[in-house]
Each structure stands twice: as structure tokens, then as C-alpha cells.
């Protein structure tokens, strides 16, 4: 895999993209005004418009070509089918198998896992149910009013994100607190809110080893023993995990109990038990309802041919951006407060899976991988960080996120939001060039010198990638085909910059020191 920059169909993307470089979004629009029939595609009810990245369908046609040559058909085969493509640590990718709401078995060594993935949803529903009716109830007989998640990475930001997401679907007698950090502060805050007698302790963790999470845990528990005494903690936490001894040794009880499994990765579990805090904020139906959006995607993913499939155009839409025309990032802005924390999300999922520099045979790669991900939502980011987007350095290109109707109930605030976002998009694609600020500049009455002096300053030299992509409202349903959109979508990259998605080992060398320097 290292050598598929020697690849006749990454040679060809070379040479496309020396003539692509030299073109601006304004010419291609120009030359082609059927160019939003073309590069815009609606499918499972959201519009993806890639009309204003630079390529033409001649680029997505090479594009395409080289997903082939990168059998990347069969490598999507290999992950819905639980080969054990994450080759590092020997394990399948079946986050999928979460959210399989079909009667397809899912094998993993020779064993169907759908059976356990539904017993555990089954749980998790009996679980909720209960806490919202009272029948799970606190050491002294009261219901809970407030949970409070702990973990980190991939047990705590899909957690925030999409109950963030789905705060309009929230059960109003349940408030979530999420505490990831180790320094201590979201911990003191919460607790300093919650009342020991009406709350729910999630420690949610894939390995129950985790330092930030263990030390919150620890100190939570013994904030509830002093309050509440000894046999308090049994009602009062409960776990996600696939470290049963761990959680024995927590004296988690049987019935508090979730388990999750190690082809489940953590930035891709929201979909498991780890949802468990998602499903208590918003209610087990509205959780399945995201499971339902994710499992579309998945159909979408598996079936349609690429020049029609949403994450595959968006992961060699993304590789066109990075290895052909330079991109150093993207950023992604949600027109939506809602969706906050899901360039975040983003963040973990993208940079942790794909910010990788060896192939799957241990060679290092010739070319650049996963940029760095970032964004705010786009208002905000208008009136801080767009300037340098549109006149700056950076080369970036630019995920747009908008809900038609929006998450309040000002339809007009909303309608405001998307003429921002279409305003920008449209100035980040055309830009401003010399005559327009000229003649702007003469219109306000200024001298010849001034306007000299002023035009360079003020031209916009346009020509950013962008995509849009609207869908008709945020709901559990779009939210989890928004998610798996972007999780197949590293998946396609992976495959094309051949490398390992689904390790992170990246990370174990500061934990290792941090241990060590803590006594
Ligand atoms: O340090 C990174 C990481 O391993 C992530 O991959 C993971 O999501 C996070 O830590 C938390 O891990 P755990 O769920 O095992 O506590």
C-alpha cells in the first residue's frame, strides 16, 4: 500500500490536479451551469452539495478509480463482516453491529455477537425505564434527577455531543453532567450542583483503567459514602465496560452493570452501552431511533456505488483536499448551536483514527494523512476566526452543517442561519476580485489613491473548498446518519492512505509517562 502514489490512478490524480490548481470556483461555475446537478447528491434526506470543491466530475470519476485500485469495496465487505481489519491489536470493527437493526447474524470468530448486542439494548431500556419511573431509585427511597457521566475520549465526547445534539428530545426530569478531566474542576462543579440522594453515578469506560476516569470514580464514590453511607454506592453507580473484574472490584452490581466488547472502538461507541447517559437524557426510544440512522447509513455505505455514496464521496473528496491540492485542515461549522460539541466529536474520531504515519505493513507513508479537524459553530466562527479562513494563509477546506428548520422555535433566527451559511459558502467559493472592490470602493465616493491604497485589502481571493450539507431538521434519526457519515467516511481514507483506523497507539506513550511521574 505504500506505494500507491506509484499507481497509475494516483499519477493521473497528479497530473488533474496540476490543471485543477490552476482553476478558479468562478470559472468552473461559469463553465458549467449545471455544476449543482452534478457534483450535489440527496440521499437517506440530506444534501450533500460538493459544488464548490474544486473538481469537476472528471475528478470524481479519478477519484473513484483510485477507491478501486484500493479495493475499497472489500474493505468495506471486510469490516461489515467482522474480518479482523484493526491488525494491530487483532481485533474486528463492529461498531456497525451496534446499531444492525436487520435479522443479518454478525460473526466474530465463527460466533454471532447479535444476540449479546441485543440483550444488552434490552438492558439498557429495562435500565432507563426503570430510573425514569422510579422503580430504579436512590439508597434512600428518592427518585434520580441528575447522572453524571464519567469518562473521557470516546467514553464521554459522543456522550456530550449527542445528548447536546438531542437536547430538544431530553427527559425533562433528568439532567446530565459529564466529567471527563482529571484536574478535578468539572468534578467539584458537579458535585457542588448535585444532591447525593437523587443521583446516578455512570462510570463508563472501555478498559476501567483509564486515569482521569478512575480518579473521578474514586472521588465520587467516596463523596457518596460520606454522605450516604456504605451501601450507598451499589444503587447510586452504575458501569459500562468490558472489564468485568474492574468493575467487580468497584462493587458494581450485576444488575448496574453493561458490558461492551474490544471490537467495539471507543470513538466509535456511542452506539453500545457507552450511550447508556444518552439514553437516560433523552429516553431509549429516541436513542434506538439514532441507532435507526446510523444502521441507514450503514445500508447507504455497504450498497450504493460510490459515484452515489455519501462517505465514500466524502473521504476521497476529503484525500483530493489533502494530497492533491495541499489542504492543511478542514473545518467543520455547524449551523446549529445544537450541534456544538460535534466538530469536537469530530475531532477524536478523525485525528485519532487517521492521524497515523506508518502503513498496515509498517512502512512509513509517503504522504500526508488525516489534516487536523477543528470548528465552532458557524455564527460564532464568523465573528472570530472566518477572517483568516477568507484573506489568511491556511489552507483550509470547509464542512457547512445546517438544519432547514431549525432546533428553537424561531424559525426566523434560523432562516438568518442559513443565509449566513449560504452567504459564506458562496463567498468562500467566488471571492471578491479587484474590479468588484474597485468599483464598490468608487461607488462610496472614495479618491483614486484611497481606492488604490484600500483594494488590496480588501480583495477576497475565494477559490476555498466547500461542502454543504443540509438536512431538513436535527433529530435522533439524522443525528446518527450525520454520525456514521463521518465514520465511514475514515474508514474510505484509511483504505485509500492504507493505514490502520482503528488503533491509537499514539497515545500510550504520555499515559505511560504520566504514570510514572506521578508519585
Ligand atoms: O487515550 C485514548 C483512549 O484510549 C481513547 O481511545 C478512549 O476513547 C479513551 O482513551 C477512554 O478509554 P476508556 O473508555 O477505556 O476509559
Known amino acids: 500500500m505504500s506505494l500507491i502514489t506509484q499507481t497509475p490512478e494516483w499519477k493521473a490524480l497528479e497530473q488533474h490536479a496540476r490543471v485543477m490548481r490552476e482553476r478558479h470556483l468562478r470559472e468552473l461555475f461559469a463553465a458549467d451551469p449545471k ?12 444534501l450533500f452539495d460538493f459544488s464548490r470543491q474544486r473538481v469537476t466530475t472528471e475528478t470524481i470519476q479519478l477519484l473513484i478509480a483510485l477507491a478501486e485500485a484500493c479495493d475499497l469495496r472489500a474493505r468495506i465487505d471486510a469490516m461489515f463482516n467482522g474480518e479482523k481489519i484493526n491488525s494491530t491489536e487483532g481485533r474486528a470493527v463492529l461498531h456497525t453491529a451496534l446499531r444492525n437493526r436487520s435479522d443479518r447474524p454478525v460473526f466474530v470468530d465463527g460466533k454471532d455477537v447479535m444476540p449479546e448486542v441485543k440483550a444488552t439494548l434490552e438492558k439498557m431500556r429495562n435500565f432507563v425505564e426503570g430510573v425514569h419511573s422510579g422503580r430504579i431509585h436512590g439508597h434512600t427511597g428518592k427518585t434520580f434527577t441528575d447522572v453524571v457521566n464519567i469518562g473521557i475520549g470516546g467514553s464521554d465526547l459522543g456522550i456530550v455531543m449527542a445528548t447536546e445534539a438531542l437536547a430538544n428530545y431530553r427527559n425533562r426530569n433528568i ?12 468534578l467539584a462543579d458537579t458535585l457542588e450542583k448535585i444532591d447525593p440522594a437523587r443521583t446516578l453515578f455512570v462510570v463508563c469506560s472501555k478498559t476501567f483503567t483509564t486515569l482521569e476516569t478512575m480518579t473521578n470514580a474514586r472521588i465520587a464514590r467516596q463523596w457518596v459514602v460520606d454522605r450516604l453511607g456504605d451501601g450507598a454506592p451499589a444503587r447510586h453507580f452504575a458501569a459500562v465496560s468490558t472489564n468485568s473484574a474492574a468493575m467487580d472490584a468497584f462493587l458494581i452490581p450485576p444488575q448496574n452493570r453493561f458490558t461492551m466488547w474490544d471490537w ?3 470513538r466509535y461507541s456511542v452506539w453500545s452501552a457507552v450511550g447508556l447517559s444518552v ?12 441507532l435507526q440512522g446510523g444502521y441507514e447509513m450503514d445500508e447507504h455505505f455497504r450498497t450504493a456505488p460510490f459515484h452515489k455514496n455519501l462517505p465514500v464521496l466524502m473521504g476521497l473528496l476529503g484525500v483530493w483536499n489533502r ?4 489542504m492543511d485542515s478542514l473545518a467543520v461549522l455547524p449551523y446549529d448551536q445544537r450541534l456544538h460539541r460535534f466538530p469536537a466529536y469530530l475531532q477524536q474520531l478523525e485525528m485519532e483514527s487517521n492521524g497515523k504515519g506508518v502503513t498496515l505493513e509498517g512502512t512509513p507513508v509517503e504522504y500526508d494523512t488525516c489534516g ?6 458557524g455564527s460564532n466562527a464568523q465573528h472570530s476566526f472566518f477572517q483568516l479562513l477568507h484573506q489568511g494563509t491556511a489552507r483550509v477546506a ?5 438544519p432547514v428548520n431549525g432546533s428553537s422555535p424561531y424559525q426566523e433566527q434560523q432562516n438568518l442561519a442559513l443565509a449566513n451559511c449560504f452567504a459564506q459558502a458562496q463567498a468562500f467559493a467566488f471571492g471578491q476580485d479587484t474590479d468588484e472592490v474597485r468599483a464598490d470602493l468608487v461607488e462610496k465616493g472614495l479618491d483614486e489613491a484611497e481606492v488604490a491604497r484600500l483594494t488590496p485589502h480588501k480583495l477576497h481571493p475565494g477559490n476555498r473548498p466547500s461542502t454543504v450539507i443540509l438536512f431538513p431538521r436535527l433529530g435522533p434519526k439524522t443525528l446518527g446518519r450525520l454520525i456514521a457519515l463521518y465514520e465511514h467516511k475514515v474508514l474510505v481514507q484509511s483504505v485509500i492512505w492504507g493505514i490502520n483506523a482503528f ?7 504520555g499515559k505511560k509517562l504520566a504514570s510514572s511521574l506521578a508519585p
Do not use: Y
Not at 439532567?175 to 468539572?186: F, M, W
Not at 494530497?323 to 495541499?326: D, E, H, K, M, T
Not at 488503533?503 to 506513550?509: A, M, P, R
Open 35 to 46: 455544476r449543482f446537478e452534478s457534483l450535489s447528491r440527496c440521499e437517506l434526506n440530506l
Open 264 to 266: 467495539v472502538g471507543g
Open 279 to 290: 439514553a437516560l437524557a433523552i429516553g431509549m426510544d429516541q436513542f434506538e431511533l439514532m
Open 398 to 402: 470547509l464542512d457547512f452543517l445546517a
Open 372 to 377: 487536523v479537524i477543528w470548528g465552532e459553530p
Open 323 to 326: 494530497n492533491f491540492l495541499g
Open 503 to 509: 488503533d491509537q497507539w499514539g497515545v500510550e506513550l
Open 175 to 186: 439532567r446530565l453532567h459529564c466529567v471527563s478531566n482529571i484536574d478535578g474542576v468539572q
